[in-house]
């Protein structure tokens, strides 16, 4: 069932040969093929712009009131690219080995080194269209470093990475529009696919504004609707990022591939409260100059700069020597758990550690400076004020929000940082080509699961999203239309069109007219409780099983007393939000499953049977190195199918970053 | 950080839609821990209206870290609240003490009309990119991205006006609901880069020409927008577009 498709040949040769054979479509043809894109972040808008480009004729829809919203835009550290700028012996092989191990050997090969090589033309995509990435005196482009690496070979805009990166894929997406090339759908949320004859022809999405239900054809339907960490309630990720567009997806027959991948993210600012509706960020670039440490002592209640230098444990360079504060995500954010677990956590809950940046400040920074300046043996306090200036630069706007959250000036005191949901690397299942499993829908950037494995390195998602967008779809799609040219758009009256919409009304009335008692809200809340004590940082089997029960019974509760205030045919935001929360719910059951069916640790993905003597996440090539992709059979019921990952190159070996 | 609890009043604008004239209407608050952020405290008051079976207030929303853009209040006669170089989505209850009373309108401008209560419409913006917000270059013809040396004050200043969030807070500020602060701010991240180079006079032409029909006012330099921006735009950016404009009008070579 599922084919992977990828070219034979040598790894290196392999992309170059299938864009050399691929089907080409005339650009008069183009002019009469339709394509709908959902979710504009930086795969959806970077595919609108670069397909318009090409003169296909593209819808773009996005709930937001604005493509420029999307979630990308909060993306901070910055951009991986194998251009070698620094000498510091990047390469193509080396950035493609990087994310295979990073990913802890549950990544495709192939796609990981198409991966690679786009990496430097986005890079060249980017400054072409105006991106203001950091430069140095010289004029040329600054890099800095990220985790799981041993190379700088990171592009950056201060902490405003990925708003930087949206923007030029936003502005290049409305200069199509512009041009007539694409027709932009903003606050319109898609609610289902519609097939016709087994292939994707179009969606049903509800106005947001009005509620009305409207229907959309396409020779081909793309999906780049992001990743699913809400269903933890609290993350990262924005308010609005849902999995519903690829979970109607799912049901329609699209398989979904290793759900239980997701990460948490070592650095981000630590729950205050049960009032909480989101967690933020502190980019892992922080981690450059950044040292992690909890006092050596049990429960020390004294104020960070009170406990003296030898009264710290710099958890992760003790354990970590070679890579130190640069360990890959999911390392770093287990340690944290360990020691706050064991009782040397920070802060009021204790459940904390912190992220330091005097040391650097005064010896990385400040001396530097003091020394381009030619002060001669300068006090702690000028070293700080030289410091401070050149971290404002780097780091600026990641500090002021760190400052507006807590109330706390980072500049003086150490962070209090502790893991929160950040990514997910599962997603639909997708074959070289980036189309899922069936014809004609494809799935791009994070809501695809193609390039991560089970643990995504920094700075990757954005290469990953605008890969897909900019330089990989443009080719696989073609190799599909080139066989479409003949279909006629087919009229939004056929039946399929007809029975789809009626089934997404069916629905939205069902959810109206349970006029329960329970607010949506609430129920996400229990949703994401559930889920990340059992599927989240640590899982074992008793565990999820549990989970999978307790899911299955709120289900039936959310199905039958969830209260929903106002109408269908208006703006009503809790409905949205409703049909989101009903669609997480179904999904926390598959993702429970999924990290039962896996008794192996892999990256993020902790089960608690399967570690090493150091409690180091232990791998079973034997029996799991294979892609979980589930397909949906009815209520409560999947059937996995099992893609196996072959290695030719990169020879998995336990990771090591010691 | 000490924390603590407040009891406050609010006055909300709501409106159904589009159509409807709108009133305000006012909800106590209880037990508002100071920890929260502002929208927080909206979700908490929501919660409340859902379970008394009355309609929540509707308002835009999503990053909740200050960089997407959506949130759009004008709290107590000023667009995101109290604090400097913030958004509403960052004010943190901590800028209140118990008793007060808040006051939350939507971004007021004709160009930017009320959608639903504290939601307006700001495609206007979009369209204002349409006509000329990039830099046209398509996907696959770069040079390599070294080939361009920038001078780093310039890449600096570029990025600086580049920081726009496009929430509309310029405009909900300007009593004369000028956009310009949004325009310059653009106009001034693609000027300043010689990858902007070509497009310069056009784009300046055509952005300002799209900003007047949209209906928003002009300039009169109150300097209100630079004072609420939630990223710090300059407002030397609006001098920047007006000396652009000019060398567009006087050099015409079409």
């Keep these: 069932m599922l084919d992977s498709k990828i070219p034979v040949g040598k790894l290196e040769e392999k992309w170059v040969d299938y864009k050399g054979h691929c089907k080409l479509v005339n650009p008069a043809n183009k002019r009469k093929l339709e394509i709908i894109i959902v979710g504009t972040g930086l795969a959806g808008a970077s595919a609108a712009a670069a397909l318009g480009e090409l003169g296909y004729k593209v819808k773009a829809f996005c709930f937001q009131d604005s493509p420029r919203r999307a979630h990308s835009i ?32 549950r990544a495709r090969e192939a796609n990981v080194h198409r991966l690679a090589e786009v990496s430097v033309n986005i890079i060249d995509q980017c400054v072409a269209q105006g991106v203001p990435f950091a430069r140095e005196y010289g004029g040329l482009l600054n890099n800095r470093s990220f985790g799981g690496t041993q190379v700088k070979r990171t592009f950056y805009a201060a902490g405003q990475t990925g708003q930087q990166l949206l923007i030029g894929a936003y502005q290049a997406l409305e200069r199509q529009v512009a041009l007539g090339n694409v027709t932009m759908y903003a606050r319109h949320e898609m609610l289902d696919v519609v097939m016709v004859e087994g292939k994707a022809r179009g969606i049903i999405a509800r106005n947001l504004v009005n509620g009305e239900l409207e229907r959309y054809f396409g020779h081909a339907v793309l999906l780049c609707t992001g990743g699913y960490g809400n269903v933890f309630y ?30 948490i993210h070592p650095t981000c600012i ?27 002592q049990k429960g020390d209640k004294r104020k960070a700069n009170d406990i003296p230098e030898e009264e710290r444990d710099y958890y992760l360079e003790r354990r970590y020597p070679a890579f130190g504060n640069l360990v890959p995500r999911d390392v770093a954010s287990r340690a944290a758990k360990e020691r706050c677990d064991a009782g040397y956590g920070v802060g009021t809950t204790g459940q904390a550690v912190y992220l330091d940046f005097k040391y650097n400040l005064i010896n990385k920074y400040g001396k530097t400076e003091a020394g381009k300046l030619g002060i001669e043996n300068p ?32 500049y003086e005191v150490p962070m209090r940082i502790y893991p929160a949901v950040h990514y997910t690397m599962g997603g639909l299942w997708v074959d070289y080509e980036l189309m899922t499993n069936i014809k004609g829908l494809y799935c791009l950037g994070e809501a695809n699961f193609s390039d991560h494995g089970a643990n995504r390195l920094g700075a990757s998602a954005l290469m990953q999203g605008l890969a897909d967008g900019y330089f990989v779809v443009p080719y696989t799609i073609g190799n599909y239309l080139a ?30 007219n349970i006029k329960g008692k329970q607010t949506v809200e609430s129920f996400h809340k229990r949703l994401g409780k559930i889920i990340w004590e059992y599927c989240g940082m640590s899982r074992n089997e008793a565990g999820l099983k549990h989970a999978i ?110 | 950080m000490e924390h603590y609890n407040m009891n406050l009043t609010l006055k909300v604008w709501r409106q159904k839609n589009a159509s409807d004239s709108g009133r305000f209407e006012t909800y106590p608050v209880k037990n508002i821990s100071s920890e ?23 308002f835009d929303h999503d990053c909740r870290e200050g960089i997407c853009g959506a949130c759009s209040m004008y709290i107590n006669g000023r667009p995101h609240g109290p604090w400097q170089a ?85 405009v909900a500020a300007c009593k004369n609901s000028s956009a310009l602060l949004f325009v310059s701010a653009k106009v001034s991240h693609l000027a300043l880069l010689p990858q902007g180079g070509p497009e310069r006079k056009t784009r300046a032409m055509n952005m300002v020409a799209q900003m007047d029909k949209e209906g928003f006012g002009a300039c009169t330099n109150t300097g209100a927008c630079e004072a609420v921006c939630p990223k710090e735009i300059s407002i030397e950016n609006i001098a920047r577009l007006n000396r652009e404009y000019m060398m567009a009008g006087v050099i015409s070579d079409k």
């Excluded at chain 1, 951009?79 to 092989?93: E, L, R, T, W």
């Excluded at chain 1, 003949?486 to 009229?491: E, F, N, Q, V």
């Excluded at chain 2, 808040?102 to 990119?129: G, Q, T």
Aim: glycine share 8%; with cysteine; hydrophobic share 35%.
């Design chain 1, 74 to 105: 909060a993306a901070q550290g910055g951009i991986n690219a194998a251009k070698n700028y620094q000498n510091d012996g990047d390469s193509v092989f080396r950035l493609f080995y990087d994310t295979v191990k990073g990913g802890d050997y």
């Design chain 1, 234 to 263: 609290l993350s990262t990720n924005a308010m609005g990022s849902n999995v519903t567009a690829a979970w109607k997806a799912h049901k329609k027959g699209a398989t979904f591939a290793n759900p239980c991948f997701t990460q």
């Design chain 1, 270 to 296: 630590p729950v205050s409260g049960d009032h909480q509706s989101k967690l933020t960020l502190m980019s892992e670039s922080l981690r450059n100059d950044g040292r992690i440490w909890v006092p050596k």
């Design chain 1, 379 to 410: 006090d702690l306090e000028t070293l700080m004020r030289l410091g401070k200036e050149v971290v404002k630069e780097e780091y600026g706007n990641l500090f002021d929000m760190y400052e507006k959250i807590t109330g706390e000036n980072p």
């Design chain 1, 483 to 512: 066989d479409e040219i003949a279909t006629k758009p087919i009229p939004i009256t056929h039946e399929a069109f007809e029975q789809t919409e009626k089934a997404v009304a069916d629905r939205i009335n069902t959810l109206m």
């Design chain 1, 549 to 658: 029960a307790e899911v299955q019974a709120l289900k039936k509760e959310f199905w039958s007393d969830v209260k929903i205030p106002g109408g269908i045919k208006e703006m009503n935001p809790e409905l949205d939000k409703a049909g989101r929360v009903a669609d997480f719910i179904e999904l926390g059951e598959l993702m429970c499953k999924d990290a039962l069916d896996r008794n192996e640790s892999c990256g993020g993905h902790f089960r608690e049977e399967s570690q090493t003597e150091e409690g180091e996440a232990k791998r079973d090539d034997e029996n799991y190195a294979y892609v979980a992709a589930w397909e949906y059979k009815g209520e409560s019921d999947w059937v996995l199918h099992k893609e196996q990952l072959n290695f030719e190159i990169a020879k998995p070996t336990q990771r090591s970053y010691k």
């Design chain 2, 36 to 58: 929260m952020s502002f929208l927080e405290m909206i979700d908490v008051l929501n919660e409340e209206l859902i379970k008394e079976g009355k309609d929540p207030i509707a």
């Design chain 2, 86 to 170: 913030n958004t509403t989505c960052q004010l943190h209850m901590r800028a209140y003490k118990d008793g007060d009373t808040i006051v939350v309108e939507p971004w007021r401008a004709n160009a930017f009309p009320v959608v639903k209560d504290l939601v307006v419409d700001r495609s206007a913006f979009d369209r204002i990119i349409q006509a000329g917000g990039y830099i046209s270059v398509n996907t696959g013809n770069a040079v390599d991205a070294n080939a361009i040396a920038i001078n780093k004050d310039n890449a600096d200043a570029a990025f600086a006006a580049a920081a726009c969030i496009g929430c509309g807070a310029c």
